[in-house]
């Protein structure tokens, strides 16, 4: 691979970065030559991930912006809040493409990131640059960028759900209501009392209730595809299972669409986009149909009784939700097609 684009991973030991390596090692044009650790540089990556022994370089480089641009043309940047914050435009000057898979780059206002993430914003002049990389609605814009904000998991599954009918005008913002799922891996690799066995194991529970950190990131994205501020309420629950999201999404329809008239809507809004599948009409995705795969499922129904639609969508939170979806970006940055290296299949059961 002589003219691979040549890629560091930040955050090789956290499951957003390894789930990064592996897609990557599959990746005809892309040669992984740095995987970086604050923590455990000069061990080996396969001492903390044994899964992935085969990759060209496999012992955790220092995190040195002069020594990544010396080995690598972009960086994917898997790596708690407030560190890309600081670190983005410290790569960026330094020549490299910058993929953020963090929530550091998402919010365009810098109060906004503030209050919800209770840190430091990134400098203007970033946020600025940084395109949202939600592939299948704003990736024109993603197209020739330089710097990349992946989307939360979370806003991914949702937004994937709601936009075509916001944008179609055939429901009624004000009245969405967000119901998500999350498997454990979303929360990281750290250990923590919030998902040790016991806590989560035969158990489901929401958690930060109107405060989660992805309420400004879906309402920024709502509120420009229907051209005037969009409020949601959006709650999140931990389910006792490894990989997956399940967002389910309630709101008022706007006139006469039944069942069968949103799945066309869809299968039209995503003709050509490989990764979004609209289920036939009135049947419902589950988060195993998706799982280890870069795909987004929906299905719907109409209640001619309420007069409300419900969408179901689901996404594996690693792939579409942080790691395939950064890559999907890298694509489309470089002007290959969205779906090179990442069209696979679920993993089933
Ligand atoms: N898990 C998921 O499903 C998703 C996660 N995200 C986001 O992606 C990011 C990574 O998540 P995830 O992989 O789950 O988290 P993990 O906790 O599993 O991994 C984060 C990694 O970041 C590294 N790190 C910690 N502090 C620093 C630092 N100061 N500078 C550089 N690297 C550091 C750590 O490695 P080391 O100590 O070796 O440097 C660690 O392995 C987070 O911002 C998360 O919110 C987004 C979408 C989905
Ligand atoms: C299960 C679980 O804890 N999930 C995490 C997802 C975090 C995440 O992806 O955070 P950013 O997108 O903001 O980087 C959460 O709900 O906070």
Redesign the pocket.
């Given at each position: 691979m002589s003219n691979a684009v040549r890629a560091a991973i930040?955050?090789?030991?956290?499951?957003?970065?390894?789930?990064v390596i592996r897609l990557l090692q599959a990746h005809p044009f892309v040669q992984i030559t740095s995987v970086?650790?604050?923590?455990?540089?000069g061990t080996p990556l396969a001492d903390?991930f044994p899964h992935l022994q085969e990759i060209v370089v496999d012992i955790?480089d220092e995190?040195n912006v002069e020594l990544i641009a010396g080995k690598a043309d972009v960086v994917f940047?898997?790596?708690?809040?407030?560190?890309?914050a600081e670190?983005s435009p410290k790569l960026l000057a330094a020549g490299l493409k910058v993929i953020d898979?963090?929530?550091?780059l998402r919010l365009k206002s810098r109060e906004d990131y503030e209050k919800w993430y209770k840190r430091t914003a990134a400098p203007e002049a970033a946020l600025e640059q940084a395109v949202y990389g939600l592939a299948e609605v704003f990736g024109d814009e993603v197209k020739g960028s330089e710097l990349i904000a992946?989307?939360?998991?979370y806003p991914?599954a949702t937004l994937l759900g709601l936009i075509p009918a916001v944008k179609a005008g055939w429901i009624d913002p004000s009245t969405i209501i967000i119901d998500a799922k999350?498997g454990v891996?979303?929360?990281?690799?750290?250990v923590g009392l919030g998902t040790h066995y016991a806590e989560v194991n035969e158990n489901f529970s929401a958690y930060k209730v109107n405060k989660h950190q992805h309420i400004p990131e879906i309402e920024q994205a709502l509120s420009r595809v229907a051209g005037h501020p969009v409020v949601t309420t959006f709650t999140t629950h931990l389910v006792p299972m490894t990989?997956g999201i399940m967002s389910t999404m309630y709101a008022t329809v706007i006139g006469e669409h039944s069942t069968e008239a949103f799945t066309e809507l869809y299968r039209q809004f995503y003709e050509g986009r490989k990764f979004v599948r609209v289920r036939n009409s009135g049947k419902m995705p589950a988060t195993k149909e998706v799982s280890g795969s870069n795909y987004c499922d929906i299905g719907f129904a109409v209640d001619e009784r309420t007069g409300r639609v419900t969408i179901v969508s689901v996404i594996d939170?690693?792939v579409k939700?942080?790691a395939g979806q950064a890559i999907q970006n890298l694509n489309l940055m470089m002007g290959w097609d969205e779906t090179t290296g990442l069209l696979f299949a679920p993993v089933y059961p």
């Open positions: 930040i955050g090789a030991t956290g499951y957003g970065g390894a789930e970086i650790s604050t923590s455990s540089a903390h955790l995190l940047l898997a790596t708690p809040a407030g560190v890309s670190l898979i963090s929530g550091d992946n989307p939360g998991c991914t999350s891996s979303g929360a990281g690799r750290g990989r939170n690693v939700g942080a």
